[in-house]
């Protein structure tokens, strides 16, 4: 995985874990992968990994687009359906936080703007449901020109 990639990542996670999130005790962390159990997830959880790089020659000899992605997952374990709410309004904050892309003291790698694309999907492939953890994978993507 590229250094690029993890820096993206980094900066992802240093700018959500200078936010103030609306569920007390929420932790933002930067991990390679992620290993949380529902024991773990009593607080929502954060979680920032890198993602993918796709490389398209756009112009010859050799302009090409660069398309990163950071992966943010977002989860808690819920018994009520108040949880359920709060959290999902919490997913939907990290979304408009990543398009926002506004982190003071947060230094990005060169040419970094705004993602081009940010996807939310919300309980995949249902996992945990019998766990009672809620869940959504978002991911960002931002563009480059090399």
Same mark, same amino acid.
């Given at each position: 995985?590229? %250094?690029f990639l993890?820096? &993206? #990542?980094?900066?992802?996670?240093?700018?959500? %874990?200078?936010?103030?999130?609306?569920?007390?005790?929420?932790?933002?962390?930067?991990?390679?992968?992620?290993?949380?159990?529902?024991?773990?997830?009593?607080?929502? #959880?954060?979680?920032?990994?890198?993602?993918?790089?796709?490389?398209?020659?756009? #112009?010859?000899?050799s302009q090409?687009?660069? @398309?990163?992605?950071?992966?943010?997952?977002?989860?808690?374990?819920? @018994?009520? @359906? %108040?949880?359920?709410?709060?959290?999902?309004?919490?997913?939907?904050?990290? &979304?408009?936080?990543?398009?926002?892309?506004?982190?003071?003291?947060? /230094?990005?790698? /060169?040419? /970094?703007?705004?993602? &081009?694309?940010?996807?939310?999907?919300?309980?995949?492939? @249902?996992? &945990?449901?019998? !766990?009672?953890?809620? !869940?959504?994978?978002?991911?960002?993507?931002?563009?480059?020109?090399?």
């Open positions: 995985m590229s %250094a993890q820096s &993206l #990542a980094d900066a992802v996670a240093t700018g959500l %874990a200078a936010k103030s999130w609306a569920i007390a005790g929420t932790t933002v962390e930067r991990a390679n992968w992620i290993s949380k159990g529902p024991e773990q997830l009593v607080v929502p #959880a954060i979680v920032v990994t890198a993602g993918n790089r796709e490389t398209v020659r756009i #112009a010859r000899p090409r687009q660069n @398309d990163y992605t950071v992966q943010v997952y977002v989860a808690q374990k819920v @018994d009520t @359906d %108040a949880e359920v709410t709060a959290i999902s309004n919490q997913a939907e904050a990290v &979304l408009d936080a990543l398009m926002d892309h506004s982190y003071p003291g947060v /230094t990005f790698p /060169t040419g /970094t703007v705004s993602p &081009l694309t940010v996807t939310i999907e919300t309980n995949p492939d @249902d996992a &945990l449901n019998e !766990r009672n953890v809620w !869940r959504a994978s978002i991911v960002a993507t931002y563009r480059f020109f090399a």
